[in-house]
């Protein structure tokens, strides 16, 4: 089972007067005069789409933050360009912060609207999931609109979902992947629950999962767009912990920026090969996954 993962691709629609709270003031400040828009390009993002047709993979993973400020034109954009996946291959969409950058976007669940149907909601809330053959693909949601921070809590109630879910008997027959956008441990293997950028309750996670008669077999993340590979340690054993890095991400190689996807092959064991965008498309990662360190 060959399992495509994508995610922080940041599709952006410049605001409308109207649009602009103060939070989207800030971040448009941020994207359209201090030039981080540039970081993430349309060029990369169509090559991603066509990269991953071409791999043609039984499933497709995205883990959040398919937009800049949650616009209603963003999701637009994103659904548009992510349509000749959505119409080929069972996709699983999850959230980043991104997409709940408003309290606004967040109460009318604006991503929901443009991309329920792959959100895997529908009869698991509050986990997503879905299935493809032996394998079964969970999401998390801890993202928040919050007016500082970008880090995220997963909720009580996801979490026991999760309990749930592990500790169902027919789970141990079944190859389990878990995504969620913020990473539960850094490059290094240390959780990374700070109150800027992390999971807060990283803990609270891995108590969950200590508990679990079974684990995931990787846990998929993105939100720190240098992608790394590490293991999160729940008691004495180990998940391994994929963040594919900014799969959206213009060409820069003299900043060490390229964009990155991941396919992982999923048998008795797990297997990546990781693709960079090299200038004119994607190519597998060279000396292998993750070892140009971007
Ligand atoms: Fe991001
Ligand atoms: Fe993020």
Redesign the pocket.
Known sequence: MRIAHMT?I?WQVRPSFGDLSPKRVLGSLNLYVRGRHSHFTEAVQGSLVQHVLELAPDAVFITG?LTAQALDTEFAKAKLALQPLLERIPTLIIP?N?DVYTFGSQRSRRMEAHFGEWMGLDAHRPVARLDVGDVTLLGLDPNRPHPVFASGIVPRDQLDGLAAILADPEMAERRIILGMHHPPVDRRGDLYDGLNHGLVNAREFVAVLEQAPVLPMAILC??V?HGFHSQLSVGDRRVDVFDAG?SGYAFMPDSHRAACMNLYDVDDALAVERFQFDGTGFSPEPGGAYATGR
């Open positions: 922080d940041h933050d980043g991104h993105g939100h767009h900014s």
